[in-house]
């Protein structure tokens, strides 16, 4: 009977010795890929403006979901010749864009897909994402945005806080509310917008190693709205619910180190939840609208601007929710281009 005590002993000590090692592990394995990320990411190369005496040519791939609203194809060729004018009247630089193609979003994840595996990326796409769920982690993420910023921009972006709640509660409770109601608007199926598939496709960390490691465009359109909840959100984005607009990254293929994405589905959805935040955007106004956005995602493309929250009237500065209609309404062409003194060049993405 010892003996089997002893062996019973043993055996509950080998497991608890041993699971040790996983949890350490596990902590190993954070700092790995946050120290193999910050490496890739400090040895990029400085940006540097994009020389204004030539024309540039930008590739362009449309990736679509096929249960998604898309725009015409009358639509696509308008925003992008409207792109071009504008990108020139407001930022000087004379562009062309060359449409290379047009892929369905699941193949291209598939093709894609061989970047999430690299070490250097393990980092964003294992520690980023925060799951609806965690909602402990999200809260953290609310309170860690809105340091960065005075109770003047925060109250500009968010409302105040009703009598007794903080404004991390206060910020915390719309998003948690309005990312919920993005994800319940329905596809072309009936069925709602986010699934196990599409948690992917709506994920911006994904997006954000995708740019990196993009070969054959320069700038993606796509028809998916990217609403995710990951740790490096910034305020716009938290007051949006999780709605990143359009983004430029970092990329180590092409010649303007550089890759965009823009999104399209939160300017023509007509799901309630977009109709009510959003509003009807007049068809007549949609790609002047939608243009005014991609000019803004050209400032960091082809000028390497920061981000920009308190200039008024300048395309610089992001919309600071889902209303573009009345974001576009608010733009001052005599704001551009910008004074030297007002610009914050950056050297990374």
Known sequence: MKKIYLFIFIAFFNVFCNSKPEKSSSQDSYKEAKANYLRMYKLLPDLKPINKSKEHIIRVLYVEDPLLPSLSKEQKVNLLSETEKLTYKLLGYRISFKVIGKENIKSFFNRMRVSFKKPEF?????????????????????KKAIRKHDNTTLERYFGKPSSGKSMANHIFKLFMKRINAIYNEKDQNGKPLFNRERSEWFSFPHWDVIAYNLKDADFIITNIVLASSESTMPIYVINRGGVTSAFVENNFHNDYKAVGVFATYQYISKGKYFIKKRGVIPNNLLIPVMSHIFVHEMGHFLMRLDEYYNLKGSV????????????????????????????????KY
């Open 316 to 347: 610089h500065v992001a919309p600071i929710d889902l209303n573009y209609l009345k974001w576009y309404k608010s733009i001052d062409p005599s704001a551009h281009p910008m004074k030297p003194k007002e610009m914050k060049i950056l050297k």
């Open 122 to 142: 393990r980092y964003p796409i294992l520690y980023w994402p925060v799951p609806i769920t965690n909602t402990k982690k999200i809260l953290s993420v609310v």
